[in-house]
Structures are given as structure tokens and as C-alpha cells.
């Protein structure tokens, strides 16, 4: 790495670090605010924190086991990312690490001492939601600022073998005082809110372990009380009920989307961005990141598909196939997905405004839009993956060949969702070649193109395939 790429890492790296930090504080402030951290088993819900015993001291023990798994969760992960930094940044490889796990550590505890914090004082969620917001916002615009900011604190201790920054102590001691005060306060909470969530956590648990995506964002919904809104935000009127009843009725039901919702979008789209920026300046593993905040956002875009999944018997009072029903979602998913990406394209640029940086940015949006939609339809309309074949054909090929199929289903959606966002590589590529990097996008963009018409080609046809070769397989099972 260049001297002017360390220089501007120390003068503007503390305060992007910041902004991740914020962004875990506000996840726990949300998570706080419904109820969170702790999801206890039904039985000691009802029976331990019902017993004439002390609440705090029963809540205290499964805290301090779940703050302890977090944590080394935290420190391994802040380790592995100083141990990456110091390929790439001077100083010692044992410094970064070190620095890197203490980070990693303290984020952690910031988080949870948060969560642990805002449940103990029953913050109501529309308040921990709106601090949430505004921490985040802050800190995002503290970063856009040229120099370092007073918030660069936090992220300070990321980057100690670059420059070692006193205050940055105070992120430490701050980080033990809020997990201590959680544990003091953590015996004040409503026994009903922690039977509906142990209820809500167990399910989504199986749902996880059994890798159906649809149900585990279902239930996280109901978890965060993510309700339809009674007014929509805008009302759509329409002249008769033939004009696009598909197309009115997901733009309706979008409307009716919790500002909650709508922020988790805004947020991937800025997480994406980012991502994609750094992938631009030489961090190539981030695509990952952005295409797996693509594909999140993805699935919420074709709600109203997965709404028509979840009831098959409306879908089936239409005298049309289940494939054409089903196609005629995804224009209003596009249009939100390409709503997220100028989103992500908008926050990219804002951290090196520049006119090639706006052309790169106009060039991925619509590629990454549609990455992260043909991810998404994957995903829902495929459904969860049966391992046991689920009684159809598959059941009688060899278990190898059935345990990669179930593999290929598990990865293949986000993997759509990450080829939308390869175009900013083919644009650095381009660009370190001599030739245009709009060119080297569009390139790669157009490829997208053709992955999301097959993708949607599918959609359209596939119970036709599915039926066919359920035929050969039977023809083949009674040879």
C-alpha cells in the first residue's frame, strides 16, 4: 500500500471504523428496545423467573454465558481482520491482531451492554428505533468530513499501530460500564415479553436449522413487532381492476411497509455501497459483503411474491399458470432494488466525489439491483431445501448426489446476488488496463442481464420442469 494510501487510512480510517461501530451500537438498541438480548427457554420463563426468587440473580447467569460467547466471537473476528490489515499496513503482524481483537472485543461489549441497558429500562421501541437511527446518521456524516472527527474514538483502537490515540481508553471503559450496568439492570424485565420471545427465538431456530429462509424472515418480523402500517404512506388509486391488479396490489402492500423496513433497506443499500467501494480501492473480498446485503434487501423487495407463495390457494382461484402469476411480481421488486442500489451508489460516492466515481456508480446500480432480485426470487420461490428429498424423485438418486443439490440450493441464491456486484472488479480491472472503466462494467453488467432473463425464464416455466422430470424419473424408477 502506497504512503498516500496509509496517510489517508490514518486520517479518515478511525472514523469509517466508527460508523461500523454505531452501526452494532444501534443493533443493540433496537434489539434492546423489543425485549432482547436474552431469549431464555419457555420453561425456565415460566418457572425460574415466576419462583420466589431474585429475578436479577436467575437473569444474571444466562447473560454473563451469552455475553461470554459474543465476546469471543468478537475477539477471534477483530483478530483474523488485524491479521489481514497487517498484510497490507506497516507495523507488526502481532500489534494488528492484538488491536484488531481488542476492537473486536469492545464493539462487542458496546453492543450487548447497549441491548442489555435499553431492555433493563423498557425502552420503548419507537425510541431505541429513532436513537438507533440518529446514532448511525451522526456517525455517517461525521465520516463524510474530511479529518478526524470527535467520534473517531471508537474506532481508534483499530488502528494503534498506526497512531496510538489516548482516548481511545475511553471506548474501553465505556464498553465495561454498560455491560455492567446491563447486568445490574438485567433482572427488570416483563415475564410476557420473555415468553413471546423464547417462543418466537425457539421457532426461528428450527426454521434456521432446517434452512428455510422465508419462515426465519417471517418470524424475525413478528419478533421486531414489524407491523403492516394502517395508512399507507401514499395512497394509489386506480380507474377499474383491470389495469395491472398485480402491479397494484405490490405497490399497495409496499406502502403499507413499517418506516422500520424501509431503514433496513436504506441501511444494506449503504452497507452494499460501501462495500463496493472499498472492493474498488483493492479489498476484493468485499464484494461478498455487498452482494450478501443485496440479497437481504433482495428479500424483502419481493414481499408481495412471497406473500403470493405463502397462500397458494389464492394464487390457484385465477385461471392462470402458477409461473405467470408469480413473473408478474418482479417488476415492483426491480423498482426496489433499484431504489436500494442508488442508495448504495449514492453513499459510495459521497466518500471521494469524483466524476469517474459517479459514472462507476450510474454503471453498477442497475447490475447490482437485479443481482440481488434474481438472488431473492431464487430463494423464495424455490423454497426451503428438503433433505430428505421431500417425496418427490430426487429421493431416489444416491445421497451424494442429493447432498450436493442441497448444497447448490443453499448457496446458489446469494451466490446471484454477488455476481450483481462484480461489475465494480471488472470496472478496477478495466480501469488498471487503461481502458474505460464504465466499459469493463457494462461488460460484466450485461452478463447479469442475461443470468436475470434466465433466472426469470425459470420462474415462468418451472413447474412445466418440474413436472416433466417427475416423469422421467418415475419412467426410470419402474425400469
Not at 478511525?14 to 419457555?42: C, H, K, N
Not at 426451503?384 to 444416491?398: F, I, M, N, Y
Not at 474505460?436 to 462494467?441: D, K, M, R
Amino acid at each position: 500500500m502506497s504512503n498516500a494510501q496509509v496517510a489517508h487510512i490514518r486520517a479518515d480510517g478511525a472514523d469509517w471504523l466508527t460508523l461500523f461501530v454505531a452501526a452494532v451500537v444501534a443493533l443493540g438498541l433496537r434489539s434492546g428496545s423489543r425485549g432482547g438480548p436474552l431469549a431464555l427457554e419457555r420453561a425456565d420463563v415460566r418457572h425460574v423467573l415466576m419462583a420466589p426468587v431474585d429475578r436479577t440473580t436467575a437473569m444474571r447467569a444466562p447473560a454473563i454465558r451469552q455475553v461470554r460467547f459474543l465476546l469471543f466471537v468478537g475477539t477471534v473476528v477483530g483478530a483474523i481482520g488485524g491479521v489481514l490489515a497487517a498484510h497490507r499496513l506497516p507495523g507488526a503482524g502481532a500489534g494488528w491482531a492484538a488491536c484488531g481483537a481488542l476492537f473486536g472485543l469492545t464493539t462487542v461489549a458496546l453492543g450487548y451492554g447497549t441491548a442489555l441497558v435499553a431492555s433493563g429500562l423498557k425502552l420503548r421501541s419507537w425510541v431505541g428505533s429513532t436513537l438507533a437511527l440518529v446514532i448511525v446518521v451522526g456517525a455517517f456524516a461525521e465520516a463524510l468530513q474530511p479529518g478526524r472527527g470527535a467520534g473517531a474514538v471508537f474506532g481508534s483502537i483499530a488502528l494503534w499501530p498506526l497512531e496510538f490515540v489516548p482516548l481511545g481508553l475511553l471506548d474501553i471503559v465505556l464498553a465495561g460500564g454498560l455491560v455492567g450496568l446491563g447486568f445490574y439492570l438485567v433482572g427488570n424485565v416483563s415475564v410476557e415479553a420473555a415468553e413471546r420471545r423464547s417462543t418466537l427465538v425457539g421457532q426461528l431456530r428450527f426454521a434456521a436449522t432446517l434452512q428455510d429462509i422465508r419462515t426465519v424472515l417471517v418470524l424475525r418480523r413478528q419478533l421486531a413487532m414489524e407491523l403492516p402500517r394502517v395508512r399507507p404512506w401514499v395512497r394509489v388509486r386506480v380507474r377499474g381492476t383491470d389495469r395491472l391488479p398485480v402491479w397494484t396490489r405490490g405497490v399497495r402492500g409496499i406502502l403499507r411497509w413499517p418506516a422500520a423496513r424501509a431503514a433496513r433497506l436504506v441501511l444494506l443499500g449503504v452497507i452494499a455501497g460501501l462495500a463496493m467501494r472499498a472492493a474498488w480501492v483493492g479489498s476484493t473480498p468485499l464484494v461478498i459483503v455487498a452482494g450478501l446485503a443485496l440479497f437481504v434487501a433482495g428479500l424483502d423487495s419481493v414481499e408481495p411474491l412471497a406473500q403470493e407463495v405463502d397462500h397458494p390457494s389464492r394464487r390457484e382461484s385465477v385461471p392462470l399458470d402458477n409461473g405467470d402469476v408469480e413473473i408478474r411480481h418482479v417488476p415492483v421488486a426491480i423498482v426496489v432494488m433499484v431504489l436500494v442500489a442508488i442508495v448504495g451508489a449514492a453513499a459510495a460516492v459521497l466518500v471521494d466525489p469524483s466524476k469517474q466515481a459517479l459514472e462507476i456508480a450510474g454503471a453498477c446500480v442497475l447490475p447490482a439491483a437485479l443481482g440481488g432480485v434474481a438472488g431473492a426470487l431464487v430463494s423464495v420461490v424455490g423454497g426451503a431445501p428438503s433433505q430428505t428429498g421431500g417425496g418427490d424423485s430426487w429421493s431416489l438418486l444416491p445421497p451424494e448426489i442429493s447432498g450436493m443439490r442441497l448444497a447448490f440450493r443453499t448457496g446458489w441464491p446469494p451466490a446471484l446476488a454477488i455476481l450483481g456486484t462484480l461489475t465494480v472488479l471488472a470496472a478496477r480491472a478495466a480501469a488498471r488496463n487503461g481502458t474505460p472503466a464504465v466499459a469493463g462494467a457494462a461488460s460484466v453488467g450485461l452478463g447479469v442481464l442475461v443470468v436475470f432473463v434466465l433466472v426469470c425464464g425459470w420462474v415462468r416455466v418451472r413447474d412445466r420442469i418440474h413436472a416433466w422430470w417427475k416423469a422421467q424419473m418415475e419412467i426410470a424408477g419402474r425400469g
